[in-house]
C-alpha cells in the first residue's frame, strides 16, 4: 500500500517533468518556412555538412570565416567574385574599366538585380555599402576600403570608384566580404536578418545546429537546383563522418580528419574531391626574439624538417608542399621548395655553430587539428637536429589569441593563415606576431600593390623570395581542400580559395 | 518541520550567491580576451580596445559583478558578447533540449535499475544474481561518451537502424525526434542504470536483513511479499538521494554526450561560450546548472519528508 503510494509520487513528477520539457520544447523552433516566402522553384534539398558554426550573421562587426563561408556569394553577392581558378570574374558587375593612372575604376552594372526585401540594386545601393564599410564597419578587414576616396553613382547601372592611389588588391578585396552588396533598408537586422540579392535568401538559424538557405524566386541569374540548402554545423570530424555514412548529411564541406578519408574512398556510394586552399600550415618564427632573431637558427630548423614525411605523418598525404607564403592558384606563385631541402647535416652543423641547442624553444601551438598532428612531427624533427624544444597547447582561440598573437610570448607556433593573398598582412607588418621586419619584402609589396598587374607578379614573387630565403617562417605545407559527398552531386567547389563556400553551381546528375 | 524547510531554503539561497562569486572568479581569471576573439587575428588593439569599452570589460570587476547579478536578481540574463542576442531565450530554448534528454536518461534508469536491482538482491547468492552484478560493475565503469560511441557504431554505422546524430524538435517532426533522443538517451541512461542498479541492490540488501522483514517473514509471508508491503519503502530513501546525486551528474554528462551526438542543448551552449570567450553566457548557463542541482538537492531533502515520517518527528 505504502509503496505504491512512493511509486505513484515519483510517477506523477517524472510526468510533471516530461509534460514541462515537453510543451516548452515547442519554442526551440519558431515557424520554421516563416521566413521562406514565395514559391521554391525546387523541391530537392540538400544538406551540407561544415565545422564552425558562426556566431552571428554580421560579418560587418565579427570576424570569423564562417560567415562569409555561409553567406557570400550565396546570400549576399559582390561586384565581382572570385572564380575556382582565383580569377576576378564579373557578377553583380556585368564589366568594369579601369582608367590609365590606374585610380578611377567604372563598374557597369546590371539592372535585373533586386534584393530579397523586394528592392532593385542600384548604384546608390553600391556606394552605400562601399561607404558603409569606412563607416560603420568594426573588423579590422575594414582597412582594405581604406584606399577608395570617393564612390559615386553616375547612374542606376554605373558606378565610379576613385582610389587615393593605384592598388591592385583593392578590386582583389572588393570580391571578399567587403564587397558584399547590402540595401539601405536590409541591415536592420545584419546579425539574424541578411538581407541580399544572391542566388540564396536566408531561411532560418537553428542555433547551435544549422543555418538554412532557401532558393531566392527572385533571383537575376541562373536559378539555383535546390530548393533548400542546409548548412549543418558539427564540432566533432567523427560525427561529421556519422552523418554522412548514415545519411544525415548530403556532403562534408570541410574534411577535419583527412586521414578517415579511407572509408569512403573506396566506396561507390560517396565521391571525394581534392582541391586546393589559401591556407599555408605556418611555422612560424618570433623574429625579433632571440634565438629565432638568429638567420642561423632559422634556416637550422627550415633544413630540419622532413616536409614530405610530415605531410605525410600529420595530414595523411594530403596537400601541397610550398616553399613561401604563396599558393599554387596566386599568379606569382612559384616553386621554392628547393631552396631549404630537408639536410639533417646541415641544420646539426648550423645547430652546433650557433649554440642553440642550450637554447630550450617554446613550441607554443594552437588546439586545432592540423597544429596538435604536425606539432609533434616538427618537434621531433627539430630535436633530431639537436634543438631542445618545449611544446605547449594553448587553447584555440582565446588562450592562442591572448598569448601568442597579442604578446608574442612565443619562439615558434604552428598555424594555418587562411586568408587569401595574405603575405603582407603576416610579413609585410613588423607589429604583426611574426614580428617580421624587412625593409625589402616592405618595399617590394608595396610597388606590386600600385603598379601594373605585370609589376605586381614581379614584385610579388620578389617579396616571397625573399621572405623564404631569409627564412622568415618555415612553411610546411598548404591545406587541401577535401569535400566528401553523395555520387551524383555536382557543381562543389573543389577549391577553397575564396571566403564563400559557393552553393550557387550546385546541382545533381 | 517548518523550521527544517525554512533552514534548507537558506542553504540554497547562500549556496547560490556563494556560487555566483565562484562562477565570476573564475571567469575573471580565465585567460584569453573576449574582445580579441570577436574580432580576430587581424584586429587592431584600438579596435579591440574599443570593443572592451563596449562590452564594460574595462570597469573594474566589482562592477562587473555587481552588474551581472544585479540582472540576475531582476531576471535578466543579459546580452551575449558574441552574437548580441538576449542570452535569456537562448538559454530557455536550448535547456528544454537537455531537459528532453536528461528526463528521458533518467527514465531508462529508473526503468532498467528498479527491478535489476531487486532481482540481484532478491538473488544475490545465486549465479544470476553474481553475473548481473558484474555486469553492472561493468556499467559503471563505461563513461557515457564511449556508450555513445560505441552505440553509434554498432546502431547507426553498423546496422543502420538510427541516425548517428542530430537533433529535431518534436513539434516538427516526432518520429525522427524519437529516433534521434534514442541513442544518446540510452547512452546516458544505461550508464547511470548501472550505478543506480547496485544502490537499489544494496539498499534492498540492508532492508532485508531488518527485524522488520524477519517478523513479515514469520508471519507467513514470502520474501516478495515482505519486501513490496514493508521494505520498498525503507529502501527507497537511499535510492533517491542518489537519484539526486546523479541528476547533477547527468546534466555533466549531458555536456559531453550532446557533443557526441551534435545536439544543440546547453551543453554545446555552454562548450561554445567558453571557447569563444563569451562570458556572460558561460556565468549564466554555469548559474542555471547550479540552480537545477541545488533545487533538485532541496526537493530531495524534502522528499525525505514525505518518504519517511521518522524525520518529520526527529527535526522537531
Known amino acids: 500500500m505504502k509503496s505504491t503510494r512512493f511509486v505513484a509520487a515519483l510517477g506523477a513528477a517524472l510526468t510533471a517533468a516530461l509534460v514541462a520539457a515537453c510543451s516548452a520544447g515547442s519554442s526551440t523552433n519558431p515557424n520554421p518556412s516563416a521566413s521562406g516566402g514565395g514559391a521554391a522553384p525546387g523541391s530537392d534539398k540538400l544538406t551540407v555538412g561544415l565545422v564552425a558554426e558562426p556566431v552571428s550573421l554580421d560579418f560587418t562587426t565579427n570576424d570569423g570565416a564562417a560567415i562569409p563561408q555561409a553567406l557570400l556569394y550565396n546570400v549576399y553577392e559582390t561586384l565581382v567574385k572570385l572564380d575556382q581558378n582565383g580569377d576576378i570574374k564579373p557578377a553583380l558587375a556585368t564589366s568594369w574599366k579601369v582608367s590609365s593612372d590606374r585610380k578611377t575604376y567604372t563598374f557597369d552594372l546590371t539592372d535585373k538585380a533586386k534584393f530579397t526585401n523586394g528592392q532593385p540594386f542600384t548604384a546608390k545601393d553600391a556606394v552605400f555599402s562601399i561607404d558603409r ?19 559615386k553613382a553616375v547612374s542606376d547601372t554605373q558606378l565610379q570608384v576613385t582610389l587615393k592611389q593605384p592598388s591592385n588588391s583593392w578590386l582583389y578585396k572588393m570580391t571578399t566580404r567587403i564587397g558584399a552588396m547590402m540595401a539601405p533598408d536590409g541591415i536592420a537586422d545584419l546579425a539574424t536578418k541578411p538581407v541580399g540579392t544572391g542566388p ?7 542555433r547551435g545546429d544549422s543555418i538554412s538557405l532557401k532558393a531566392n524566386p527572385n533571383y537575376w541569374g541562373p536559378k539555383p537546383h535546390f530548393g533548400e540548402v542546409v548548412l549543418k554545423y558539427f564540432k566533432d570530424a567523427t560525427a561529421l563522418n556519422n552523418a ?19 572509408q569512403f574512398e573506396g566506396n561507390s556510394k560517396y565521391q571525394v574531391i581534392e582541391g586546393t586552399t589559401n591556407g599555408e600550415v605556418v611555422l612560424s618564427f618570433n623574429n625579433v626574439k632571440a634565438p629565432m632573431n638568429n638567420l642561423k637558427v632559422r634556416q637550422a630548423v627550415r633544413y630540419a624538417i622532413n616536409h614530405k614525411a610530415l605531410m605525410d605523418t600529420c595530414w595523411a598525404g594530403y596537400g601541397t608542399l610550398i616553399g613561401s607564403m604563396v599558393p599554387p592558384t596566386d599568379p606569382w606563385y612559384e616553386d621554392l621548395t628547393g631552396l631549404y631541402p630537408y639536410d639533417l647535416a646541415k641544420a646539426k652543423q648550423l645547430v652546433q655553430e650557433t649554440g642553440v641547442a642550450n637554447t630550450t624553444l617554446r613550441l607554443r601551438i594552437p588546439t586545432l587539428p592540423y597544429a596538435v598532428s604536425c606539432g609533434q612531427v616538427v618537434k621531433s624533427d627539430l630535436e633530431q ?20 598573437f597579442k604578446n608574442a610570448d612565443y619562439d615558434m607556433s604552428i598555424v594555418a593563415h587562411v586568408e587569401p593573398r595574405d603575405l603582407g598582412a603576416v610579413f609585410g607588418n613588423p607589429q604583426y606576431y611574426t614580428r617580421y621586419d624587412n625593409k ?29 630565403e631569409d627564412a622568415a617562417a618555415d612553411f610546411l605545407f598548404l591545406l587541401p581542400n577535401l569535400i566528401v559527398a553523395d555520387k551524383g552531386i555536382t557543381g562543389l567547389p573543389k577549391n577553397a580559395i575564396s571566403e564563400s563556400f559557393d552553393l550557387s553551381q550546385l546541382g545533381r546528375s | 518541520m517548518l523550521l527544517r524547510i525554512l533552514r534548507r531554503t537558506g542553504i540554497l539561497l547562500a549556496s547560490l550567491v556563494a556560487s555566483t562569486v565562484l562562477v565570476f572568479a573564475f571567469m575573471a581569471v580565465l585567460p584569453g580576451d573576449p574582445a580579441r576573439v570577436a574580432l580576430g587575428v587581424n584586429a587592431s588593439d584600438e579596435a579591440v580596445g574599443q570593443l572592451r569599452r563596449e562590452f564594460g570589460l574595462d570597469r573594474p570587476l566589482a562592477a562587473q559583478y555587481l552588474s551581472w547579478i544585479g540582472g540576475l536578481a531582476r531576471f535578466d540574463l543579459g546580452t551575449s ?21 536528461v528526463v528521458t536518461a533518467m527514465v531508462i534508469a529508473l526503468v532498467v535499475a528498479v527491478p535489476l536491482g531487486t532481482v540481484m538482491a532478491m538473488r544475490h547468492r545465486r549465479p544470476s544474481g553474481v553475473l548481473l552484478s558484474a555486469l553492472s560493475q561493468v556499467g559503471v565503469a563505461v563513461p557515457a561518451f564511449l556508450a555513445g560511441i560505441l552505440l553509434i557504431t554498432v546502431f547507426a554505422i553498423g546496422l543502420g537502424w538510427l541516425p548517428a546524430n542530430g537533433w529535431t524538435p518534436p513539434d516538427q517532426d516526432p518520429v525522427m ?9 540510452l547512452s546516458l541512461g544505461i550508464v547511470q542504470a548501472a550505478v543506480l542498479t547496485r544502490y537499489v541492490r544494496s539498499a534492498i540488501l540492508d532492508v532485508m536483513r531488518e527485524d522488520y522483514i524477519r517478523t513479515a517473514r514469520a508471519k507467513g509471508l514470502t520474501p516478495t511479499q515482505a519486501l513490496r508491503r514493508h521494505g520498498m519503502r525503507n529502501a527507497s530513501i537511499p535510492v533517491i538521494t542518489v537519484l539526486g546525486l546523479q541528476l547533477a551528474t547527468l546534466l555533466i554528462g549531458a555536456v559531453v554526450v550532446e557533443r557526441v551526438f551534435v545536439i544543440p542543448g546547453l551543453g554545446s551552449l555552454l562548450l561554445d561560450a567558453v571557447s569563444n570567450r563569451d562570458l556572460i553566457v558561460v556565468q549564466d548557463v554555469v548559474m542555471v546548472l547550479v540552480l537545477a542541482v541545488l ?22
Open chain 2, 295 to 316: 533545487v533538485v538537492n532541496f526537493v530531495v531533502d524534502l522528499l525525505y519528508l514525505v518518504i519517511d515520517p521518522r524525520l518529520q518527528v526527529s527535526s522537531r
Open chain 1, 200 to 206: 540564396y535568401e536566408f531561411g532560418t538559424w537553428n
Open chain 2, 177 to 185: 525526434f524519437v529516433k534521434q533522443l534514442t541513442l544518446p538517451a
Open chain 1, 133 to 151: 564599410v569606412k563607416k560603420d564597419w568594426t573588423t579590422s578587414l575594414k582597412s582594405a576600403m581604406d584606399v577608395v576616396a570617393d564612390a
Open chain 1, 244 to 262: 554522412l555514412l548514415t545519411g544525415t548529411i548530403n556532403v562534408i564541406g570541410t574534411v577535419q580528419a583527412p586521414e578517415s578519408l579511407k
Open chain 1, 385 to 404: 637536429a639537436g634543438f631542445k624544444v618545449a611544446l605547449d597547447q594553448l587553447e584555440f582561440p582565446a588562450a592562442w589569441l591572448t598569448t601568442v
Open chain 2, 81 to 101: 558578447y558574441i552574437s548580441h542576442a538576449p542570452i535569456g531565450p537562448q538559454i530557455a530554448d536550448r535547456l528544454m533540449v537537455t531537459l528532453w534528454l
Open chain 1, 440 to 468: 625589402q619584402v616592405q618595399q617590394d609589396l608595396a610597388k606590386a600593390d600600385t603598379g601594373t598587374p605585370q609589376e605586381q607578379i614581379t614584385y610579388m614573387k620578389a617579396a616571397a623570395k625573399t621572405l623564404s
